[in-house]
């Protein structure tokens, strides 16, 4: 806990929102409307600035119930999934955002493959891709996409995502998890957050970190989700691309830990674990004054 909180940090007392980062969450599609929601969610509790959330009109009706704290911008989805078209048409200059965490219910239909090719060839921001980000990636790496130089890059897959990453199998990946990682930080030239019982994070030709918070009531439907907003608040309010995953990743972990203490590990949820966000950070925020 002393060395998260060092690199929290605390907050100064004239501080405003425009001081803590402007976070674009992107993602949803038909019948995955609540998966960028719960991203934005972990965002919102993990102390971002401003948050706006790009997606299909049902994820924005999802966020006026349960995150209103969140810009809706609905895009343009004609055929139930976003594409490198809905962004244009949108017309929003992304690199005026800090962040983007990009993939939460994003879906694997065809148009999806062009809107992930485009964030990776033109933003030159802070960059999370989660989720069908990832299986796009995957993909458009079989095809010969190289990470451009000095791309900042943070990815967040479960060890299915991770093989598909490495072209691999699940088996490969969960029998030697370190040198999973290893590798997919050194091929992708990113920040990789290996997800599972053990979490590592990982720098290209760094050290991985080993996170020993979080339980199995955290294998859940959409408690990934929340990390890759809380890692994409992070990053946007000023931590380093590891400093923000650590952290994340090991308050995720703490609030599961804290969910399950009070609804069991059977009923944890992702919403049970969001609730639980306040009493962690607020731990963190002791140790570092």
Partial sequence: LPEIARFFGTRAWQAH????????VIGG?????HAPVLSALGAVKSGVGLLTLAAPVQ???AAAAHVPEAMVSVLDAPLGSLSAESLAAW???LNGFDALVAGPGLSQAGPVSGLVSQLLGTYTGRLVLDAD???V???LRAEGWRPREGQRLVLTPHPGEAARLLGI???DVQRDRLSAVRRLADVYRAVVVLKGAGTLVCEPGGVPWLNLTGNPGMASGGTGDVLGGMVGALWAQGLDAVQAAIVAVWAHGTAGDFAAVAESQTSLSAISLVKQLGPVFQMI???AV
């Fill in 137 to 139: 990636l995957a993909a």
């Fill in 17 to 24: 929102k425009g001081a803590f980062g402007h976070l674009c």
């Fill in 29 to 33: 599609s038909a019948g995955f409307c």
């Fill in 169 to 171: 199998t699940v088996q």
């Fill in 285 to 287: 925020e002791r140790k």
């Fill in 59 to 61: 994820s924005g009706w």
């Fill in 133 to 135: 980000g990832l299986n």
């Fill in 91 to 93: 017309g929003r200059d």
